[in-house]
Each structure stands twice: as structure tokens, then as C-alpha cells.
């Protein structure tokens, strides 16, 4: 556990000081800022336009910052070698996995936790009124990254670190659009169709299960209990890819 | 480089920067766009997640905006309106501001028919609140044919009455329009509850008309209020026995 934590804050440290981050989230804060501006062409509807745009900023560059960071994480160790001095030392690649992916997530707190306090701030300032339903979105944007984190770094394992950011990036949106995938399921009369598409419905991560933003519209109430089902959703996919990722790191011959 | 090749860099640099500015300069002014624009039907996003349905019905709600404002005061063609208010409602049903907006601005497009439409759509998606009756009461009394809209613009005005949050000039109204409609019995209900229901005015307003609207003579009046005791808390009947019947004191 002692090493996983150590990979874990080398990682977080190495990551967090990374400037591309900096930059990206520069570039975030200034896209939230910016829906100020759609807010005052929204005719009264400034508060709904700022956690709207807001939210999707935050999701957007969450996601760029999780699929390119988690990429590189263990392709540039492998690449640049240092992988053998870590191997060196009593630390198993399972171990190395894991604690990688834990820095990370720190990062991914710090990064998502920053955007999602600016934009509460933000909207707050300008609806006149705090709105929770902002941090609970955050929290749930921040656990789909995470399990974006795992499946990226998962494919970061057998392949280059742009082509899993690629994928990472179609896994974001396939997950968001999975319940079409049981929608076209249904839709099938021919029995393989049906399997095929049956099977992509239960290994594409279910992304849009539940969603505050909808409910920050007045669109629909969320139930606590369905929050708390899809977190424990979430996570447990997460240890599924975390744990096919070591599987297939463990067998790698550099 | 020696000199000169650096000021043939900066006369290059410039005139670059010339050609550049010179271009947008020239530009035409922006013209009035088409104002038949291609609207996806709703159906075409409604199979997304929530979360990026509701992020399309913003976006589209502030192209609306965009597109009213530029063709209410150029060509008065506001041909892809409904279309555009259907997406935005359809995508998001709850969204009570476009539902208004759309019906309103459907009167700028002379179809004030599908700003009625949109409102009742609109009350059938979020029936607990009173201003969609009380703008369908609106349009019913100023659009719908002469000898229809007293009564139906009453009927639409008695029911926001009867939604949480209604104002009490909306009861008055409702019973305002039963009268002006000849509508004797309705009138008189109606009347009974903006007493019962109102403040000190509202009750001031509903006796003076319920004074005009009940019979004169005595006896045929008495047999008049005791039909409406159903409607009266017995803890105010005796107050309201003795406003309607203090023109005989």
C-alpha cells in the first residue's frame, strides 16, 4: 500500500507541476468566464446559461486534461526509460498501475475541484444565490473522468499514447450515448445484431446515467439513491479497467 | 541579414498587415440573413443524454434570441420561429421562459394560433404553474373570435386562479370577463371566491359587483346568496351576508 502511495504523490507532484496543465486550465477558467458573455444574450436567463456552459467547460477541458495526462503517464515512463529504475526498486507493475492512476485522480480532484469552485463562485455572483447543484455536478463530472483516467491508461498499455487519447476521448462520447446503444438493441430483430449490440451496451461505460445539469433546469429531480448506485457504477468499472490494465502491463516486455 | 534585407522584412511585414486589414475592411456590411433557416426536428436529438439535450436547447435558445432580434425590426419574417420554440420546448419541457417568449413573439409573426398552441403545450408540461393559464386567458381574450372570448379567457383566468402564486387580480379578472360574457351564474361563483379568497380590495371589488350582479329585490337576492353558501367558510358567512345585503341596513 506504502509503494502505491508513493508512485501515487510522485505522480501527483509530476503531474500537477506539468505547465500544459496550467495553461489548459487557464484556458478553462476563461471559457467559464466566458459564458458570462452567452449569459448576457440570454434575455433573463443568465443563471441557466453560466451552470450550463459552465458545466459543459468544465467536463470538456476535464476531459482533455484526464485523456492526454493519462496517456502519457505510463508511455512516457516506458519511453524515456525510467520504468526500469521503478522496477528496480520492490514495486510491482500492478502496484506501479495503481499508484499511477491515484496521483492522477489527486490531480484530476485539484483540476476539476478548481474549475467547478470558480464556477460556483461565478454563478453565484451573478444569479445572486448559491447553487449546490453545482458541486454535486462537479463531483459527477470528476467520476467520470476518473473512469475515463482508467480506460485511457488501460489502453495506454498496448498502444501509442495519441491513439489512446483518441480512444479515450471515443470512450467519453460513446459512454454518453450508451443507452442508444440498448435503445437500437431493442430496435433488432435479427438475434446476432441484437448479442453484438447487447454486449457493446455493457462494456461501454454508462456516462449518462444520471445528470445534475438536467436538474439544475428545473429538468427533473435526481434521487439520492440512484446518485449513489451510478457512483458505485462508476468506480467499479474504474477497478475493472485499472485491473485489466496491470493484467496486460504485467505481461509487457520492454 | 544586413540592413536592408531587415527593413524588406518590415515593408513586407507591413504590407501583409495591410492587405490583411484592407480585406476584412472591405467587407460587406452584414446583411439580413435567410429567414428560412434549416431546424432540426426535436427527434433528431432527443435519443442524446439529457445533459446534452438541455446543452442544445440553450444553444438554440440563444440562436432564437439572435434570430428574433434580427428579423423583428428588418423584414418582419419570422418564418423558422415555431420551429426553433418547438426544439428548445421539446428538448427542454420545463424551460417556462421559452414557452412564453415563443408565444409572444409568435404574435410578431402573426400566428398568434401557435402561441396559444405553445402555451397550452406548455401548461400541459408544467401544470402547476399559474401563468400559463393566465397568458392563455390573455390570448384567448385578445385573439379568439368576438363572441367566444369573454368566456373562454374567464375560464382560463378561474383556473390560474385557483394555481399557487396566482395573484389576486387574476380571480378578479377570471370574474370580471364571466360578467362582461353575461355569464350570470359563473359571474356570481366567481365573484364569491375572489371574496372569499382576496385582500381588503379584491373584497371591496367583489361585493360592489356582486351587488350589481345579484337581484335587486330582497327575497329573490336571499334565495341567490344561499346558493353560493357552498363556496363561503361558515366562519365568514355572517361577514359576507352582511356586505352583499348592506345596500337594506
Known amino acids: 500500500m506504502s509503494r502505491v502511495a508513493a508512485v501515487a504523490v510522485n505522480t501527483f507532484r509530476e503531474t500537477i507541476r506539468d505547465r500544459v496543465l496550467a495553461v489548459i486550465l487557464l484556458f478553462a477558467l476563461a471559457m467559464i468566464v466566458a459564458s458570462l458573455w452567452l449569459a448576457s444574450i440570454s434575455l433573463g436567463q443568465e443563471g441557466r446559461m453560466i451552470k450550463d456552459f459552465g458545466l459543459v467547460a468544465v467536463s470538456v477541458f476535464g476531459l482533455v486534461v484526464a485523456t492526454f495526462v493519462a496517456a502519457s503517464l505510463v508511455r512516457k515512463e516506458v519511453d524515456k526509460r525510467t520504468v526500469f529504475v521503478i522496477f528496480s526498486k520492490p514495486v510491482s507493475r500492478a502496484e506501479f498501475i495503481w499508484g499511477k492512476f491515484a496521483g492522477l485522480a489527486g490531480t484530476m480532484f485539484a483540476v476539476v475541484a478548481g474549475m467547478t469552485v470558480f464556477l460556483f463562485l461565478l454563478a453565484w455572483n451573478v444569479a445572486g444565490g448559491p447553487s449546490g447543484s453545482i458541486l454535486v455536478a462537479g463531483l459527477l463530472i470528476y467520476l467520470q473522468l476518473l473512469v475515463v483516467v482508467a480506460v485511457t491508461m488501460f489502453f495506454s498499455t498496448f498502444t501509442s499514447a495519441i491513439l489512446a487519447s483518441v480512444l479515450g476521448i471515443c470512450v467519453f462520447v460513446a459512454g454518453q450515448l450508451s443507452h442508444n446503444v440498448l435503445s437500437l438493441t431493442r430496435l433488432g430483430h435479427s438475434g446476432v445484431t441484437r448479442a453484438v449490440s447487447e454486449s457493446v451496451f455493457y462494456v461501454i461505460p454508462n456516462l449518462s446515467a444520471v445528470d445534475v445539469r438536467a436538474s439544475l433546469a428545473g429538468e427533473g429531480a435526481i434521487r439520492a439513491t440512484s446518485l449513489a448506485a451510478w457512483s458505485v457504477y462508476l468506480a467499479a468499472y474504474a477497478v475493472v479497467a485499472l485491473i485489466a490494465a496491470s493484467w496486460i502491463f504485467r505481461r509487457k516486455e520492454f | ?249
Request: charged share 20%; glycine share 6%; net charge neutral.
Open chain 2, 1 to 249: 541579414m544586413g540592413r536592408l534585407g531587415r527593413l524588406g522584412a518590415v515593408i513586407a511585414a507591413v504590407a501583409c498587415v495591410a492587405v490583411v486589414v484592407a480585406y476584412q475592411a472591405t467587407r460587406p456590411a452584414s446583411a439580413v440573413s435567410n429567414p428560412v433557416v434549416f431546424i432540426p426536428s426535436p427527434a433528431f436529438y432527443e435519443r442524446l443524454s439529457p445533459s446534452t439535450r438541455l446543452t442544445v436547447a440553450d444553444v438554440y435558445w440563444l440562436y432564437t434570441i439572435q434570430y428574433y432580434g434580427e428579423h423583428v425590426d428588418s423584414d418582419h419574417r419570422l418564418d423558422s420561429l415555431p420551429a426553433m420554440i418547438r426544439l428548445v420546448t421539446t428538448l427542454s419541457p420545463h424551460f417556462r421562459e421559452a414557452y412564453f417568449f415563443g408565444a409572444f413573439d409568435m404574435i410578431d409573426a402573426g400566428r398568434p394560433d401557435i402561441g396559444y398552441a405553445l402555451l397550452e403545450r406548455g401548461f400541459k408540461a408544467n401544470p402547476s404553474d399559474w401563468r400559463f393559464p393566465f397568458y392563455l386567458g390573455f390570448f384567448a381574450y385578445t385573439f379568439a373570435p368576438q363572441a367566444d372570448k369573454d368566456s373562454v379567457a374567464s375560464q382560463w383566468y378561474a383556473t390560474a386562479a385557483k394555481l399557487p402564486g396566482a395573484p389576486q387580480f387574476v380571480g378578479r379578472m377570471a370574474a370580471e370577463l364571466a360578467t362582461n360574457g353575461n355569464e350570470q351564474r359563473k359571474a356570481l361563483e366567481l365573484w364569491t371566491l375572489v371574496y372569499v379568497q382576496g385582500d381588503k380590495y379584491s373584497r371591496q371589488k367583489a361585493v360592489a359587483a356582486l351587488d350589481k350582479l345579484l337581484p335587486a329585490d330582497k327575497v329573490a337576492r336571499e334565495k341567490a346568496v344561499a346558493s353560493l353558501k357552498d363556496l363561503v367558510p361558515p366562519d365568514l358567512f355572517d361577514q359576507f351576508i352582511a356586505d352583499v345585503f348592506a345596500r337594506y341596513l
